[in-house]
């Protein structure tokens, strides 16, 4: 999507993708880590006809660079990755809630202690996320609504975390092995009674 998008503009070479995904802060809504992974990006696209070869660039004391563009049916293809991902929620498997699924693994304190430190960790994209915005002021909100999003995600995680450390402190949210063998043993009793004799739930 990010490809097809910058291909909007204009043609380009990947060098220059790279550059301006960069430059423009889309490495942190797209995982382009990997050197190679625009170039491949560019070829898998090209393979589906989503973008051409527009022709090369040659600057002197530079490698040739391949330039492409988008085609008609690329710039249909992104219109409609676009209208989907708006519209509708993604199935997503993020890290933190499958954590979180499993915290009785660790003891309330060792949660608590874990999630001070993300409570820091987030204090400080908080900051580091308002410091560059701020250095953006300049730029058209438009341009900037993913930072926007994340600001308020981060937010919204901050302070529940913080709720959920306040819980652990209080000891309003605790467990052991043996409360959590309790529950295992009421909730199977319970599956069981209502699932039926044949159930295999």
Same mark, same amino acid.
């Given at each position: 999507?990010?490809?097809?998008?910058?291909?909007?503009?204009?043609?380009?070479?990947?060098?220059?993708?790279?550059?301006?995904?960069? /430059?423009?802060?889309?490495?942190?809504?797209?995982?382009v880590a990997q050197r190679n992974s625009?170039?491949?990006?560019?070829?898998?696209? /090209?393979?589906?006809?989503?973008?051409?070869?527009?022709?090369?660039?040659?600057?002197?004391?530079?490698?040739?660079?391949?330039?492409?563009?988008?085609?008609?049916?690329?710039?249909?293809?992104?219109?409609?990755?676009?209208?989907?991902?708006?519209?509708?929620?993604?199935?997503? #498997?993020?890290? #933190?809630?499958?954590?979180?699924?499993?915290?009785?693994?660790?003891?309330?304190?060792?949660?608590?202690?874990?999630?001070?430190?993300?409570? /820091?960790?987030?204090?400080?994209?908080?900051?580091?996320?308002?410091?560059?915005?701020?250095?953006?002021?300049?730029?058209?909100?438009?341009?900037?609504?993913?930072?926007?999003?994340?600001?308020?995600?981060?937010r919204a995680e901050l302070e529940w975390?913080?709720?959920?450390?306040?819980?652990?402190?209080?000891?309003?949210?605790?467990? @052991?092995?043996?409360?959590?063998?309790?529950?295992?043993?009421?909730?199977?009793?319970?599956?069981?009674?209502?699932?039926?004799?044949?159930? @295999?739930?």
């Amino acid at each position: 999507m990010v490809v097809l998008a910058q291909l909007i503009e204009g043609p380009m070479h990947v060098y220059r993708m790279q550059q301006l995904i960069r /430059e423009r802060g889309k490495d942190t809504v797209v995982n382009v880590a990997q050197r190679n992974s625009v170039y491949q990006t560019v070829e898998r696209l /090209e393979r589906a006809g989503l973008v051409e070869v527009a022709g090369t660039d040659r600057q002197p004391g530079r490698p040739e660079r391949t330039v492409y563009r988008i085609t008609p049916a690329g710039r249909e293809t992104l219109r409609e990755w676009l209208q989907t991902m708006l519209s509708t929620p993604a199935r997503e #498997f993020p890290e #933190f809630p499958a954590a979180l699924a499993f915290v009785p693994v660790l003891t309330p304190d060792t949660v608590a202690r874990l999630l001070r430190h993300r409570v /820091e960790r987030l204090e400080q994209a908080l900051v580091d996320l308002d410091r560059q915005r701020a250095a953006a002021a300049a730029v058209p909100r438009l341009f900037l609504l993913e930072d926007e999003y994340r600001a308020n995600q981060l937010r919204a995680e901050l302070e529940w975390v913080r709720r959920l450390v306040a819980d652990l402190e209080s000891g309003a949210l605790t467990w @052991d092995e043996a409360w959590i063998r309790e529950v295992a043993a009421a909730l199977e009793g319970t599956t069981a009674t209502a699932g039926g004799a044949g159930a @295999d739930r």
